[in-house]
């Protein structure tokens, strides 16, 4: 734990080296205050979803309950997927900044959408739509986070961990998580619209968190991040990350090529209609060039412009080639994706009709 000398919370001027705060060993939990306002003698609780899902082998999605396996359950919680390979191209897809406010994004008009993966946190839309993860109600527990979030003494936290007992990725996203929301919630407008958009948990009796209490718990983070920005992980150094540029660099350095991070689109239908779209904006545009230089050609000032001649030779071929290209490609993803689509459906459905076998053998009445 980090003791804190009173001095040391007085800010802009720094205490004497002597009555500064001691520095958290790298290792433990650093946060203390409870959001939900309760004593020692009360417990935690159980702050643990009913079920989450992991893939117990690839392609294979299976549900199972949290108690079971806490370590586990928290690998995937505060697993950063894709992006955790991406970090250095990062740059192309946000810039290092803090989170912008709650009322702020609504203030732009973007839609808030609840998601559950860490990894989608703080991803935007063009279309206006900002997923965001809600607060699990464990990581605001200091016992929960103490116990399960700490690394056994002498780990040293080597990046990727040596030692299997090491919590040190987990416990950098689980702070750089919280500290998106301490950025996110600055004022009580933005409590107000957290609240009212669920994404802080919620006490026993279904009431808010006091303002109070979530204005002490973002003040100690925020020194402890002052302290030591290093107890963050570097993913959350920018905060917002625009989901079309991280689809494009998915694109490009991940195996298979060409496989966006997040698919927009749910049926084949869907995936036409919205290239199709953009195909036509750009067919009006190559028609009003073309007329253009129609119109150009036609005057005597232009016929015998050589210059003039050979761009708009050029510009004829693209649009004759341009939208087939563009349509060519856009048949060829839809047939890349239906066979990479076909055996997860064959075997699915396969293994649907053996669970649903399974399942009838065991609701059959015994003899
Ligand atoms: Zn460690």
Redesign the pocket.
Known sequence: MCPLSPESRRRPSLPPMSHMAMPCPL?QWPLKTDVFGRRQEEGVGDGLPAVYRYYAAPGKRVVGNPADDIPAFLGTQLSLGGLADMLKHLWLAGAERPATPLHLHVALGRQIAIVDRMDLHLLWYNKGRLFVKSVPRFLLDPTFCSSNLQ?PDG???DDP?T?TW???IERKVALGFLYTYVCLISSETDFHIANETRLLPRNQDDSPIKWTDWKAFARELVEMHDRNPDMVHPRFLRAELRLSRIDAIHRLTRLPPFRPYIRGWRSYSTLFRDNLAWMATAAVFLALVLTAMQVGLATQRLQNNITFQQASYGFTVFAILGPICAFGLVVLGALFNLVIDLPAAVFGRRRNRAARGTWGQVSQPTP
């Open positions: 290792g690394c780990c040293a936290c961990p030692d090491c919590r040190g």
